[in-house]
């Protein structure tokens, strides 16, 4: 029931305890208490908002940032993921396999602030070794939700 719960608010965090119940054959009682369960394990850590920012506000920019670092001794990549965390501009931080560490998911009001950003705050913390930054130019699908509201022609065609 725990993936059917997680599912089913992947997709829609607003349904009600009513519906969740009537999908999944239980009571609304039953759902609520499975959902502060799911929060209290820490497994659910919060809901958010996809918005479709042309719509919203078409000057926020997104970006992210390719990190080569050095790890620390005895915490590995974890402090320094630690202290990008903690910047406002800072939607995400991941560890990653490949030809760099870490992946640092932006936002900011124009080019200029993510590159303010990239070059005062993030090249310059100690074991930063370089960045990458790629812009955002659209955003199509967000967390399996399509941001323009039409689903793709299934033969492939625009």
Do not use: W
Request: glycine share 6%.
């Amino acid at each position: 029931m725990k993936n059917q719960i997680i599912s089913i608010l992947q997709q829609n965090a607003r349904v009600s305890n009513t519906e969740l119940g009537e999908m999944l054959g239980i009571t609304p009682q039953q759902a609520a208490a499975e959902i502060k369960r799911l929060e209290d394990e820490g497994i659910i850590k919060g809901y958010s908002v996809i918005l479709d920012d042309d719509k919203y506000d078409k000057n926020t920019v997104y970006a992210t940032i390719e990190l080569k670092v050095t790890p620390q001794r005895d915490c590995g990549f974890d402090d320094i993921a630690k202290t990008i965390m903690m910047y406002d501009e800072v939607e995400s931080v991941s560890l990653v396999s490949g030809s760099y560490d870490l992946a640092v998911k932006v936002r900011g009001n124009d080019l200029k602030d993510v590159a303010f950003f990239v070059s005062e705050r993030l090249s310059t913390i100690d074991g930063v070794l370089s960045t990458a930054t790629h812009f955002l130019l659209k955003k199509y699908k967000e967390k399996g939700i399509f941001i323009d509201g039409e689903e793709p022609d299934e033969r492939g065609l625009c």
